[in-house]
């Protein structure tokens, strides 16, 4: 089956047919750097990162643009504050952005232009909108005249019309229709400005998009995202501006929303006070938690953020690492195994190969469907069940036959390989400390048995019990101990 995407332009899920064979281009419109990065943003992010990872599974090539706002009103008030330069702010808080991310495990984009560092592009793209009649200079502003672009409202499914009439926009005599739009902004004291040929300024917010993409992407890329609330104007306007000047369409060709993050049942804002940064949230709970607790609920759906949904993804995912664990370990004790017992065992009987095949298969449906990672996550815990079963049913234990342990192998590579995808099961330190445990308690399960070979069996109890107070059980079998977390 073919990848389908919900596609905003049309407002259907459609099959997805790129530009070019095999190629897929990704814009995402990035962040504005004037505060910690927060929750809400993870989502748009995580999202992606785990988009372009489905992508490159399925043998696509991947190339992703995401643009750093890095000159805007709200970083030239903090600046004003806090008595610094807006480069400052900018930095400090784009650095908060990219550590944040690389916490969370989420790929760096391919390009991350500034738009600083592209202000001859987008002057060149706002001479070109006033040349071609969709733009005009008035007083050093320059706007875009939206009632030159017929299209103007094709993504919000809006009228012209019925947005006028709507329209509570600030009367600005400079503009000739209330929905027109700034594309350059005059200089204003003290605020940072380059020269352009309507006078000192600095770009509008819009138009940075549209240099960007098309810049690095060029006219007609394959998927464009963001979150709903930039549907209008923010994506209207990319593709007014880039339509209006390259004279093709479409700018993008599927335009991918996803819904926003509330907090405890209600919007996130500042001036409420629900506002939860990355880096205080991943102090509480490690990477894979808020990754799973993003992955398990459909991007378009809006997810409510709180406590209790962490603590429940943490619950859920802890099953499937363990499962992972265990897994891994049994596999080890298998190998070492075989070097010394060649002979055929019988088998379990169990089909864990089969069962990790038809995961694969329902998590590859799920995520072909508009991207449903909740159907791939439904998937990982069926598969994990099954390896489980497999494990209680063979004692965790080293007399597989062949295709036991072909399953076993399988099945655990399986799971790793669409857990990753998700972002699951990455090395990170919380990961990090769990190879540590487990270093730990093989040690002390080294220590017990030399302690038993001595009989000193108090000592030996003691180790046993503490870990048991520690919820780690320790099984004595004839093959050797093994261990358990309860629960
Ligand atoms: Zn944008």
């Keep these: ?41 993870a989502r748009q992010y995580v999202f992606w990162d785990t988009v372009r990872r489905y992508l490159k599974y399925r043998g696509w090539k991947v190339f992703c643009v995401q643009n750093v706002t890095d000159v805007d009103d709200k970083i030239i008030a903090k600046a004003g504050m806090q ?37 001859p592009e987008i002057i060149e793209l706002i001479s070109g909108l ?52 700034a594309l350059w902004k005059s200089a204003k004291p003290g605020e940072p400005s380059w020269d352009s040929p309507w006078g000192p300024g600095r770009p509008g917010w819009h138009i940075e998009c549209s240099a960007l993409a098309l810049k690095y992407l060029g006219s007609g890329f394959d998927m464009h995202g963001g979150g709903d609330e930039l549907i209008f104007p923010h994506h209207e306007n990319e593709i007014a501006q880039s339509e209006a000047y390259t004279g093709e369409k ?76 265990a897994g891994r370990r049994a596999l080890d004790k298998a190998d070492k195994m075989e070097s010394v017992q060649e002979k055929e065992e019988k088998g379990s009987g169990l089909t864990l190969k089969a069962d990790a095949e038809e995961a694969e298969r329902r998590f590859i449906e799920g995520m072909d469907d ?22 209680h049913a063979t004692g965790g234990m080293i007399h597989y036959n062949k295709e036991d342990l072909q399953g076993l192998s399988k099945a655990v590579s399986t799971l790793s390989t669409l857990g990753g995808i998700l972002g699951l099961f990455q090395e990170s330190g919380a990961i990090a400390d769990r190879g540590l445990t487990e270093g730990l308690i093989s040690l002390l399960i080294d220590v017990r048995n030399d302690l038993r070979s001595k009989k000193e069996w108090a000592f030996a109890d003691k180790i046993r019990d ?22």
Excluded at 466 to 487: A, F, N, Q, V, Y
């Design 466 to 487: 503490s870990l048991k107070g520690m919820g780690i059980i320790l099984e004595d079998t004839s093959t050797g101990t093994i261990w358990k977390r309860i629960g």
């Design 250 to 325: 479409p700018f993008a060709r599927y335009f991918i929303h996803h819904a926003m993050l509330n907090i405890d049942d209600v919007k996130m804002s500042k001036s409420l006070g629900n506002f939860f940064s990355v880096r205080d949230v991943l102090k509480e709970f490690e990477p894979g938690v808020i990754r799973y607790f993003f992955a398990s609920r459909h991007y378009r759906s809006p997810a409510n953020y709180g406590v209790d949904e962490l603590e429940a993804a943490g619950t859920a995912y802890s099953r499937l690492v363990s499962t992972l664990d």
């Design 83 to 119: 008595g610094v330069e807006p480069e400052e702010i900018s930095e400090e808080y784009h650095r908060d952005f990219l550590d944040v991310m690389d916490m969370l495990g989420v790929e760096r984009p391919d390009v991350m232009p500034k738009v600083t560092q592209h202000i």
């Design 370 to 391: 508009d991207f449903n990672t909740a159907v791939g996550i439904a998937a990982l815990h069926d598969l994990a069940r099954s390896i489980n079963d497999f494990l």
């Design 130 to 181: 006033i040349e071609k009649g969709y733009a005009y200079q008035a007083d050093g502003d320059v706007f875009f005249d939206v009632t030159s672009f017929p299209d103007y409202g094709k993504l919000s499914g809006r009228s012209l019309d019925d947005m006028m009439a709507g329209a509570r926009i600030e009367v600005n005599p400079k503009k000739r229709n209330t929905m027109d739009f």
């Design 1 to 41: 089956m073919a990848l389908r995407i919900y596609n905003t332009l049309t407002r259907r899920k459609e099959e997805f047919v790129p530009r070019e064979p095999g190629r897929v281009d990704i814009y995402q419109c990035g962040v504005t750097p004037y505060d910690y990065t927060h929750i809400g943003h």
